[in-house]
Structures are given as structure tokens and as C-alpha cells.
């Protein structure tokens, strides 16, 4: 069994839009879908998905740590797919909607609202299930969520629950 892990950035601007990196059509994964702003954990940076997260959104936007308010994690999803199990670390923060972005070679940079017309073309399971949760739960919510990928009824789906430290008094 291999492990792969990943680092995600849901960018949220002023107007509730997420930014999502449109794969570009001749690519062998994710061909021509949206996808958050992320990709591999490098070996240097396993104890530390937070600069992997930092490194991805400057590759894949050009934006650096000052162009980003209050980013911070919110999600560790674990799916297993084939032989590999994948851990994707999701950062979440702010933002401006004018923020300049730089042209990137994995694809095009786009801002979408989080509405379910929206996300139903050419969005992963992953992220579809990620962005319904997000619009429900953390807008007023600053836990920790760890969510496990598997099939409901045949359909994709993430079981939910909040990261704790169950020892911790309160």
C-alpha cells in the first residue's frame, strides 16, 4: 500500500467564491476539471503540510503568504483509492476578489460560487463532497474536520467528524 499525501487551499473571497484551477484538457489526471488550488506533500514537507499548502498556492497562482488572510487548516480527508491510500490536508482562507493572479501551466484560474448548479459539472467527488460540507458547517465553525471517502447506496460520499483533544479539560 502506498501513501500519498496532498496539500489543498479552499481560497474564499468577499463575495463567497472559491478558487478552483480548471485542469487543462490534455492532462492525464483530472483532465479539464475543477479542482482547489493544492497537489503533493514533498518529501521535505511531510511535517509540515502548511508550506506545502503555501508552495502550492504560489506555484499555481502566484500569490504569496501576505496576499492571504487567516489561512488555516480545516479538513484532513482520507480515501482510499486502488492501492493508495490518500491524505489531502485542507487549508482554508480569505482573499480579495480583484487579487491578482498569475497565469499558471496546470490550467485556468477561476472564481465559482459554492451553489449546487455550480458544482456539478467536472468536480471531483472529493471536492464536491469538501464544498457542500464547507458551505454548511464552517463558515461558523473553527474545528477540525477529518472526513473518510467511501460509497453510500453505491454513491460517493464522506463521513464527517471533529478533530479533538479528547484529554483536553475544558
Not at 22 to 28: G, H, M
Not at 135 to 160: C, D, Y
Request: with cysteine.
Amino acid at each position: 500500500m502506498k501513501l500519498r499525501q496532498l496539500a489543498v487551499a479552499l481560497l474564499v473571497n468577499e463575495k463567497e467564491e472559491l478558487l478552483f484551477l480548471r485542469k487543462r484538457k490534455e492532462d492525464a489526471f483530472f483532465a479539464n476539471f475543477y479542482l482547489p488550488i493544492g497537489g503533493h506533500i514533498g518529501e521535505h514537507e511531510l511535517n509540515n503540510p502548511e508550506a506545502a499548502c503555501y508552495r502550492e498556492i504560489f506555484e499555481e497562482t502566484g500569490m504569496t503568504r501576505s496576499s492571504i488572510r487567516d489561512l488555516r487548516l480545516a479538513y484532513i480527508i482520507h480515501r482510499l483509492k486502488e492501492t493508495e491510500i490518500r491524505i489531502q490536508y485542507v487549508f482554508v482562507g480569505r482573499v480579495h476578489a480583484n487579487q491578482i493572479l498569475v497565469p499558471s501551466n496546470e490550467g485556468e484560474l477561476f472564481w465559482m460560487s459554492t451553489d449546487s448548479s455550480t458544482l456539478t459539472t467536472n468536480i471531483s467527488e472529493t471536492t464536491y463532497e469538501l464544498v457542500k460540507h464547507f458551505k454548511e458547517h464552517l463558515s461558523t465553525n473553527e474545528a477540525i474536520f477529518v472526513g473518510s471517502m467511501h460509497s453510500a447506496q453505491g454513491l460517493p460520499a464522506i463521513t464527517w467528524s471533529t478533530l479533538e483533544d479528547w484529554e483536553r479539560k475544558q
